[in-house]
């Protein structure tokens, strides 16, 4: 009685660690450590591990200009039509102001009509995330980036197909890097 008891235990304790580890290497699943994320890079073609990118306020003070501050950090808005990028028709990747990610491709940029930048989908759904924004007595799902946590912008459900999501985006989250044709 003792002996079935002792095994009961042993498999119990051995079926709980199964569990708490998700069976990731048996699964055959990347191992994903503490504050890596899973991202796609449009120049590699897959996706790969990133350290999610931290810094203090006054970091990200030295390292951006005011107006990527104010919009990145502090979920500014840049006023419509004034943005580098809402007119922007060259071929190419928009990336991250904040820690370089790529977000959206040209391929999925159309004019909007609202005067900021917008995209039916971003380069890979793991590299945006959003969240909850109840500002301006309204609730809106706030587009940020996966990577460092920065403010994009907003999305919304009237875009084009295939998605029907408007990605709306400021410029000043972004960096555009030109593809070569």
């Not at 079935?4 to 199964?18: D, E, Q």
């Not at 990028?85 to 159309?110: F, M, P, T, V």
Request: charged share 25%; glycine share 10%.
């Amino acid at each position: 009685m003792k002996l079935i008891r002792i095994i009961t235990l042993v498999l119990s304790v051995v079926g709980v660690l199964c569990l708490l580890s998700g069976g990731s290497a048996a699964a055959g699943k990347e191992l994903v450590k503490p504050g890596e994320i899973k991202v796609y890079s449009v120049e590699k073609r897959d996706y790969f591990l990133s350290d999610k990118v931290i810094h203090s306020e006054d970091e990200w003070n030295k390292l951006l200009t005011a107006e990527q501050y104010h919009t990145l950090r502090e979920q500014g808005t840049e006023r419509a039509f004034t943005g580098k990028y809402w007119d922007n028709h060259e071929q190419g990747i928009y990336r991250c102001a904040g820690c370089g990610l790529d977000l959206y491709h040209s391929a999925a940029k159309y004019d909007s009509g609202t005067g900021w930048p917008s995209y039916y989908q971003p380069v890979a759904a793991e590299n945006v995330s959003t969240r909850m924004d109840r500002g301006f007595f309204m609730t809106r799902n706030e587009l940020i980036c996966s990577r460092c946590d920065g403010h994009l912008g907003h999305i919304f459900d009237d875009g084009p197909d295939p998605t029907g999501k408007r990605h709306c985006v400021n410029s000043e989250s972004l960096i555009f890097h030109k593809l070569d044709e």
